[in-house]
C-alpha cells in the first residue's frame, strides 16, 4: 500500500451556483493528489508526459458525502491499496476538517502519445511494487 | 424508462494537452443531456434552482472507452431505467458517430437551499413515474 | 467586416457561488462564436489543428455589464472589423437576450506546434480578407 | 502600493490540446493571487462572501507573453498600485522562474447578494487605504 496527501484552497472559480463546490471540480483535486502520491516513490507525470508516457484515466467514481465550500482547505488522501498491474486504481478520500466530502477512485492504463497501450515502463513499476512485496 | 439526447460540440477549451477532452469534462455534458432529459418530462432545472429545489449529484461514475477530441460532436443519450424513489440515477452513453467514448451514471437526491434533503416535489414525481407506469 | 453569431445555453457548471456565471467561463463561449465566425469564411479550426497550425490568444479583454445565470440562454456576436495582418482581433458582444452581459475581444497570431510564430496560410487569409476589400 | 503572491503547480486539468495552458485558465490562477493580496491587509474574501458581500470581476484583461505548461511551477504576483475608491484594480504578473509568461489585471466593485452595488465597507477600505496613505 502506499498512500500520499495534499492540502488544496477551495477556488470561488470551482463553486456553483448552490454555493458549494461543483461535482466535476474535485477531479482536478484528486489528480493533484495523484502527482503527490507518483513523486512519493519517485515517480514524476509531467517527466512521463514528455517522455511520451501517459496514465489517462479510463474509469473514475466519486461518491458524495458533504460539501466542499469556498473558504474551505480540502485535504485529499490518494492511496493504490490493491497490487498494480497493467491496471493502476487509485483511491481517493477528500477531507475538510475531520469531515469527509468525498470518497472515490480512478483507474489508469499506460499509453503512448497516440493513446495506444504500452507496457507499463520498467523502473515506473519496480519502484511502485516495491510498496507491495510480498503480496 | 424515459430517455433524451443532445449533442454538443467539443470545445477546445475541454480538451488536454493529451490531445483529448479531460476526463473531468465530460461530466458537464452529462448535465446538459440531463437537463433535457428533465425537460422530456415537464420539469425546468432553472425554475426548480429559482424555486430552491436542487438535484446535487451524490455520486457519479464514468468509464472511458475512447477519446473525444477538438473537432468532434458528442452526442450524449441520458436514461432513467431504474424507477426512481427518493434517489434518482440517471445513466450515460456518450458517442462519436456511433463510437462510444464513455458509458456512466450520476445517482441525485432532493435538497433545499441549505442542502437539507426534502421530499421530492410532487408535480415533479408524478410526471416522472407515469413513464415507470406498471413497473 | 465579418461577424457571426452563436446561442448557448448557460450550464450549471459555468456558474459560481454568487450565483452567476464565473468570469473566466465567458471565455470559452468566446471560442465557440469564433469558431463559427471561422466556419462562416471557409476555415476551420479543427482542421488547422490537425494541419499543426494553432490561432492561439496573444490577449483577452473583457468587460462584465450585467450576469448572465443558469437558465439563461446567450447569444454571442463575434466579429472582425479591423483588416486582419499578422495579428487577428475579434470582438464579442455577449447578450441576455436584449440585455448586454459583456463585452471584449481576443487577439490571435498564427503558430505552429512548437509555438513558433508563422506566416498566417495563404487560403486562410485570402478568404479572410475578401471581406476587408476595399480597406 | 500593496503586493502579494501565490505559487502554483500547474494541473493537467488546466492544460490544453496545443500542450500549454488555456488562455482562460490563468484568470482563476489571478484569484489565488487576490485572495491572498486580501489577506496581506487583513481581509478575506469567504469572510465578505458570508456576510454578503462580493467583489466581482467587472472588467478583465491578460496578455499571454509566453505559455505556461504542465509540469511547471507558476508564480503570481498581485498588486494594487492606484488609489482604490468604489472601484479597485488589481495588477498580476504571472511567472515561470524568471520567464514572463502573462500580465494583466482585474477591475472589481462591491456588490450585496443581490448584485446591487454597495459602499465599500469601511473597516476594508481603512485597512487597504492606509497602505496609499500620502498620495
Redesign the interface.
Known sequence: MISASTSI?V??????????V????Y??WC??AR?KLLESFGA????M??AGI?L?????????KS?A???DSVTIVAQIRQKPFARIKVEYEIKVGERIAATGYTVHVFVNND?HPIKPPRDFMEKLLSFFDGE
Open positions: 484552497n477556488r470561488f472559480a470551482e463553486t456553483d451556483a448552490m454555493g458549494v461543483y461535482h466535476a471540480n477531479l482536478p489528480e493533484c502527482i514524476n507525470y509531467a517527466d508526459y514528455t501517459h489517462p484515466v479510463v474509469e473514475e467514481c466519486l461518491k458524495y460539501p465550500k469556498f473558504g493513446g
